[in-house]
């Protein structure tokens, strides 16, 4: 085992694709990086997840003016972290729009998260320099805001814990295209660090209930037909619930974080390490899912030095 994160040695840039999914829905995706939706409107463009830099974020303005003119009006962030979020200020939004769940969490954890991620994953922060600091939301609502983009609805909601407590989710009703954020990742490791991992499975059957036509996950390909959209929702929810359950059973057994992780390991590896980033996201996964499994709700924060103290109890030999 490496005595690095094994994301500190990801260095092989990504082939980016840009692809139409309807008549006003575009993804931008990456090989597994984090993936960015958009929504073009009568009036504007909606921009989902923003890239993890400014400089990051102007890949994604290029795409957009292949296809558009109109201003970008807004920016929907799906959750708090780092690399989905630090790239808003390149878009220069009217709107910077996310769930009040969500606000708390930059409020809480925000700081701490920048630094943590930056050190985990270089080159998913491609520019580093160019972030202006932290990504404050303009408008935070509870649980559910409609857009009239012109003719064209769009709801943004917050449909449930998963993937962290504030998770949302863009839907284009009229034309059956969900925008996750990484409530569904699809062919990639899972990273699930500040997870609600119990109640992620209700959340993603909601998710499958809008019976989408077209799905852009978190990280993975955009999927294009509904047999697609409900194996792709299905991949994250068998994911979630192996992990959670292979952390119930340590717990129960009195095993150690470290044996919790070596036989989690020996459970999934051979499903899902031939996946992007997996390597990266498994220790982090099995120490939330150890944590709530020890009745621990609220993730613990994570920090560039608790990173590397949870690197040295259970990934180095």
Not at 160 to 169: E, K, M, N, Y
Not at 192 to 200: C, F, K, N, P, R
Not at 219 to 226: K, N, S
Not at 248 to 268: D, E, F
Request: charged share 25%.
């Amino acid at each position: 085992m490496s005595k690095t994160f094994a994301s500190q040695g990801d260095l092989k840039p990504k082939k980016i694709s840009f692809k139409k999914l309807s008549p006003n829905c575009y993804a931008f995706t990456a090989e597994g990086d984090p993936n960015t939706g958009v929504v073009v409107g009568d009036d504007g463009v909606l921009v989902v997840d923003a890239q993890a830099t400014p400089l990051m974020a102007r890949e994604v303005i290029r795409r957009i003016r292949r296809v558009t003119s109109k201003p970008i009006k807004y920016v929907v962030l799906s959750h708090y972290h780092a690399v989905r979020v630090l790239g808003a200020a390149a878009y220069k939004a009217e709107q910077i729009i996310a769930s009040q769940t969500t606000l708390e969490l930059i409020r809480e954890r925000g700081k701490q998260d920048m630094k943590s991620e930056i050190g985990r994953f270089p080159r998913l922060f491609r520019g580093a320099k160019s972030i202006p600091g932290l990504t404050w939301p303009t408008l935070a609502f509870k649980d559910e805001l409609t857009l009239s983009m012109g003719k064209l609805e769009v709801k943004i909601i917050h449909a449930g814990p998963g993937h962290t407590a504030g998770d949302t989710i863009v839907w284009v009703p009229s034309q059956r295209v969900l925008f996750s954020g990484d409530l569904v990742e699809y062919e990639a490791g899972i990273y699930t660090g500040d997870a609600q991992l119990e109640e992620w499975p209700a959340t993603l059957r909601r998710l499958r209930a809008l019976k989408p036509r077209a799905l852009v996950p978190g990280r993975g390909p955009a999927l294009t037909a509904p047999a697609q959209c409900d194996k792709a929702i299905r991949y994250t929810q068998d994911f979630v619930s192996a992990l959670y359950a292979n952390a119930r059973r340590a717990v129960a057994a009195g095993k150690t974080l470290k044996q919790s992780y070596a036989q989690t390991r020996r459970r999934m590896d051979p499903k899902y390490a031939g996946y992007p980033i997996y390597e990266h996201c498994i220790p982090f996964d099995v120490t939330r899912a150890y944590d709530e499994a020890r009745g621990i709700k609220h993730p613990r924060i994570w920090t560039a030095r608790r990173d590397l103290e949870m690197w040295k109890t259970i990934a180095e030999k």
